[in-house]
């Protein structure tokens, strides 16, 4: 059951993308400005509307810690805001002026994507505001764009029909032809599809386009294989082209809009449809779930954004990652532990863990130690990382900590920054701890573990202010 809850108007032309944090919505529009809404009550915050590009908005979206709202334009700029109070942190320019069509946070807030009617693709560093890498596909504009869960890589949509995966270095890894009269939107499910034949996991990708249809795609992304493109099926209901689609956060649903003004929710793994919802009296730009709640937000020519709200009661099919959920992690078996991994973006670890037999006991009795000795990883960084994750897992069966965003946390002590500063390898670490890195003669990045072309330190009062304004939310002292 989906029932409508409520209806925005405030947008004096139409709407062309909304996007959700887990406590705010934000709608772009035809009409210059950025509109930000409190999910508590749907009441417009203060700061809003946000005003500063000099034409259309066609895309916004938040980073994944909800502190940074990006827009991009025809005016061929990207903006960045504060979240917190509406301020713009930043202006950037396409390299060709090109009207930008979309833009994307990567999942660990490290890159922005940006892409325009040009074709051209430029990955930007959200924390030195600067172009990292740029590139573009072979034809057409670039109308649409989606992340991995795990930050791995990313896949471009073109008005060509086109989908292209680049990874994190903005490589071209695939390229296929996907809609013949051009793809118009594509998401990638946060949740993996486990094959427990072969213990791969294999991320659910949607795309869709003027050719009137859905897709769903499987990608499979290993360090050994390589990237691998599957189509998986197509869903149908659409009488007229496709304009958008989005997965729910858990993965069990879909949604699509469309040309012929209807929202159509699919049921991710039948392909069923679940809800038909037309009352929009125009096209149908936009939409998307929101992370925390049952609430999906749609767009439409007609200038209004609709809300609905889902009853969780209803029967859906789960997944292996609710069902590990469910059962506690001592009794995890191999899969549940792979299943953990993807969902935690730690997917590079699956098939280290299948060869070593990890379950959940011996997940929950990995230490720093037998990391480094017994399953060789040599990444301080990725070491860190598995180790919070596990430390996570563990304090769940007592209590629920206060969780802390991972951009504000050192990659190298794991502790909250109080002096970040970015090193040359474009992330930011506490000044003491990459201080005493440096001083120790270790030259590589303690990310990447590439040299460090530098041992230049650069203050980053940008999340310093950041972490500050979190600090007082929490009411803790520095």
Request: charged share 20%; with cysteine.
């Amino acid at each position: 059951m989906a029932t409508l809850i409520h209806t925005i108007a405030d947008h004096s032309d139409d709407i062309n993308y909304c996007a959700f944090s887990s406590s705010c919505l934000a709608t772009c529009s035809l009409d210059k400005t950025i509109r930000v809404y409190s999910l508590h009550n749907f009441i417009e915050l203060p700061y809003s509307p946000l005003k500063g590009h000099t034409y259309a908005v066609h895309c916004c979206c938040f980073s994944p810690s909800g502190h940074i709202l990006a827009s991009c334009s025809t005016d061929g700029t990207t903006m960045m805001w504060d979240t917190q109070d509406g301020r713009m942190l930043a202006l950037l320019e396409q390299p060709s002026s090109s009207p930008v069509r979309v833009c994307r946070f990567s999942p660990n807030s490290t890159y922005l994507v940006s892409g325009a009617a040009d074709g051209s693709v430029v990955l930007w560093n959200v924390q030195s505001l600067k172009l990292y890498r740029s590139g573009n596909v072979k034809d057409g504009s670039l109308v649409a764009c989606a992340f991995s869960p795990n930050g791995n890589f990313f896949v471009t949509g073109s008005s060509c029909g086109d989908l292209t995966i680049w990874d994190d270095k903005m490589r071209c890894l695939c390229n296929e032809k996907a809609h013949d009269l051009g793809v118009t939107c594509c998401d990638i499910s946060s949740q993996p599809v486990l094959d427990g034949e072969h213990g791969f996991g294999y991320f659910q990708m949607a795309s869709c386009g003027q050719d009137n249809q859905v897709k769903l795609w499987l990608i499979l992304f290993t360090d050994f294989l390589g990237v691998e493109l599957k189509y998986k099926c197509t869903l149908n209901g659409h009488s007229a082209p496709v304009l958008a689609c989005a997965f729910s956060h858990d993965g069990q649903m879909l949604v699509s809009g469309s040309v012929d003004k209807c929202v159509i929710v699919y049921e991710t793994s039948t392909g069923n449809t679940l809800h038909t919802l037309s009352q929009h009296t125009r096209y149908v730009t936009t939409c998307a779930f929101a992370p925390h709640s049952p609430l999906l937000a749609t767009g439409s020519m007609d200038k209004t954004v609709n809300i609905w709200q889902f009853d969780l009661k209803q029967p859906c099919a789960g997944n292996i990652i609710e069902n590990a959920s469910k059962v506690a992690v001592e009794d995890w078996s191999e899969d549940d532990v792979s299943a953990w991994l993807f969902a935690q973006d730690l997917a590079d670890f699956v098939g280290l863990f299948k060869m070593n037999n990890i379950d959940g006991k011996e997940l929950l009795n990995l230490s720093k130690e037998s990391l480094i000795n017994e399953l060789k990883i040599e990444s301080l960084g990725l070491r860190s990382k598995l180790l919070k994750k596990i430390e996570e897992l563990r304090m769940k069966t007592t209590s629920v900590p206060i969780t802390i965003p991972d951009e504000f946390l050192c990659p190298i002590t794991r502790e909250l920054m109080k002096d970040p500063v970015i090193a040359a390898d474009g992330y930011s670490y506490e000044k003491e701890a990459i201080e005493n890195w440096i001083n120790s003669k270790r030259r590589s990045s303690p990310m990447t573990n590439l040299p460090l072309p530098s041992s230049m330190l650069t203050p980053n009062r940008t999340l310093k202010m950041a972490i500050s304004r979190w600090l007082e939310t929490q009411q803790k002292p520095v």
